[in-house]
């Protein structure tokens, strides 16, 4: 099977975090701002840890200023995702990053991240939808903002709202305002948990969010309990499995839980999270996952199907890309 060009569904990357270096250096070159200690001497992202990650993240983004660079960040992300066969892609976006928070400014970025959105669908056929998303360790007078911002662009682009962050900075719980006031404008609702929290935060996150879906989640794997409630109430885990091991929680693709939260009957995904951070594409991930755990081409047609019926797209959205996906993965 030619893994590259099979359709895929991603649905769980961060715009910001999917920006190539020289993409990053380029702005900063143009911008006149110094980014040297963000990258190795390879030219690539440098961090050892989480916690150093989320610092080089966040100082790549200082170069993200006008909404003319999400609009070029936006087209350079599509093609990449293109190139490896994404049909369609929920995209995080930070208002954060957009503007700070301040809804009239946001609304300019996303007609900016939109408009480029619009002509990959024209040239390239790929679908993207946007899922805002708050910031956890700014806190929830910040996120406040951001679900603000969500509610008040929920259209046919803006399906959801989510939390990315360092999962160890206070709770789930503290956030519920943010994540009601979204569900209440009828967006889909998506949490990282499990990823550094533990099985403590997955729960918290379907106690006190009442997400359908989970970044990461993976943690879910210690708690048996949990495992049960999120097969019956349908819960989607996005897997990120190269983000996992390069972030150092395995060793190895061979230590993830991956194969095993599929065979236990959890709704599995597989995305790349941040790929040009983490050296991945959603190509490496599917061959990885092949090699390492012999997945082949049913299984990939489930994880793709279990993605389709967890996007937060419409019903007639997810009949042309269930086709897509049926017809492409079949084995020969
Ligand atoms: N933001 C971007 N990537 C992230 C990750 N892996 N975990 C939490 N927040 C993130
Ligand atoms: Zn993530």
Redo the contacts with the bound molecule.
Sequence with gaps: MNIRKLPKIELHL?LE?AAPPNFIRQLAFEKNIDLTQIFNANGDYCFSNFNEF?AT?EAACQVLKEPEDFHRLTRSILEKSAENGVIYTEVFISPDFCGGGDLTAWKEYLAAIEEAANSAKEDLGIEMRGIVTCIRHNGPSIAKKASICAAETASNFVIGFGM????LVGTQGDFTYSFNMADEAGLGLTT?AG?WGGAESVRQALQDLRVTRL?HGIQIIDDTNLIREAIDKKITLEV?PG?NVS?GIFENLSMHPINSLLKSGLLVTVST??PPFFNTTMTSEYNNLRDVFDWDEDIFKLINQNAIHAAFCGEEQKLILLERINSAWTKT
């Design positions: 961060h975090g989320l993240y990315g962050g360092d999962e990282h990823e970044g990120c983000s972030l999270d941040d």
